[in-house]
């Protein structure tokens, strides 16, 4: 079986299975962490599979980088978090969980102490309103 075949998050580019999306354009997709940091994490990926930094094609990787200031933005305009936290984790041993790159995007409040993963799984239809709330600050 290929790494894309079983990648769970090539399965959500290809519709396989669900999540719920912020945006998509031709080289990357944005979607809510169903385990989030904070209320507002959101994920940016790229469509092709790559597993991590090292491997990722350069017109991928620029096109990430591309979103992830979009998306952070919109993040800052729906959300008013008082900081953006960006993580990026290249191997199991550097906390990395899912193995195709991304890029976490997290709101952070002042005194906030969050990890760079959640817990807990979020509601789904929270994450529903905060997708929307991006999604509406990134068209306006
Ligand atoms: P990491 O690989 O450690 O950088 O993080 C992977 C992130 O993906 C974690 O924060 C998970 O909560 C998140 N995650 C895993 N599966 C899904 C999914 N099906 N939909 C949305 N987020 C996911
Ligand atoms: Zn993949």
Redesign the pocket.
Known sequence: MSESASC??C??VRGE????KVHEDAQTLT???????SPG?T?VISKAHAPNLLEIAEVDLLAVASTVQRVARAVQKALSPDGIRI???NGTAA??????Y?V?IVPMREGQKAG???RE?ANPEQLKVLAAQVRAALEA
């Open positions: 769970i998050f399965k959500i299975i669900p999540a719920v979607f809510m962490d169903v385990r989030p940091a994490h994920l993580g990026q984790f906390g990395q969980t899912v193995l195709h991304h976490h760079a993963h959640g799984p």
